[in-house]
């Protein structure tokens, strides 16, 4: 069996409102040679710095489910608005930007401060609009300042988070039919 590391994430039922401030769409498509920060809409974590990028559309459950990680240790990068853009080594970092550092939105609560940090090594992408419905899927990709990212579909299931977690910490193993 072959180990790859990559980190998981996605969504459940949970809704949470979007951003009202639209500077580029939700999809992530940054080439290597794109240098100065992008704002997208979009919402990211970092667990035991492994940032994670939540994409969807407005009310897909970006905030629910980063608050859900947050809850489980995650800290907050930027809700709503994120930048990626090289870090030292090159590598895709996630940034707040700068706007609300710390501050989530909560459904029906409101504004929460939460713990929160500045920037992380993006280890994931998940996609909230796109529902993964296949037990074993096969890993999927996507190309962010050149670099591959492990993309993610969003589960319906209350357990997501905690899967996401398990993810996090121990990647993702891949098995050939061989094996």
Same mark, same amino acid.
């Given at each position: 069996?072959?180990?790859?590391?990559s980190?998981?994430?996605c969504? #459940?039922?949970?809704? &949470? =409102?979007?951003? /009202? #401030?639209?500077?580029?769409?939700?999809?992530v498509?940054?080439?290597?040679?794109?240098t100065?920060?992008? *704002?997208?809409h979009?919402?990211?974590?970092? #667990?035991e710095?492994?940032? !994670?990028?939540?994409t969807?559309s407005?009310?897909?459950?970006?905030?629910?489910?980063?608050?859900?990680?947050?809850a @489980?240790?995650?800290?907050?990068i930027?809700?709503?608005?994120?930048d990626i853009r /090289?870090?030292?080594?090159?590598?895709p970092?996630? #940034?707040?930007?700068?706007?609300m550092?710390?501050?989530?939105e909560? @459904?029906?609560?409101?504004? !929460?401060?939460?713990?929160?940090v500045?920037?992380a090594?993006l280890? =994931?992408i998940?996609?909230?609009?796109?529902?993964?419905?296949?037990?074993? *899927?096969?890993?999927?990709?996507?190309?962010?300042?050149?670099?591959?990212?492990?993309?993610?579909? %969003?589960?319906? &299931?209350a357990?997501f *988070?905690?899967?996401?977690? %398990?993810?996090? @910490?121990?990647?993702?193993v891949? !098995?050939? /039919?061989?094996?």
């Open positions: 069996m072959g180990r790859k590391h980190p998981h994430g969504g #459940f039922h949970i809704r &949470t =409102a979007g951003c /009202p #401030f639209r500077r580029r769409s939700a999809g498509s940054l080439s290597a040679h794109e100065e920060p992008k *704002p997208i979009a919402t990211a974590i970092s #667990f710095n492994k940032g !994670v990028l939540l969807g407005s009310g897909s459950g970006k905030s629910a489910l980063a608050i859900e990680l947050i @489980r240790g995650a800290l907050l930027a809700d709503d608005m994120v /090289p870090g030292p080594e090159g590598w970092h996630l #940034f707040g930007t700068g706007r550092a710390g501050i989530i909560a @459904r029906g609560l409101g504004l !929460v401060r939460v713990p929160n500045t920037h090594p280890a =994931a998940v996609e909230m609009d796109q529902r993964e419905t296949a037990r074993l *899927p096969s890993p999927r990709e996507k190309i962010v300042l050149g670099q591959p990212i492990p993309l993610l579909g %969003c589960l319906d &299931t357990h *988070p905690a899967f996401l977690v %398990c993810y996090l @910490r121990g990647g993702r891949t !098995v050939s /039919p061989d094996d």
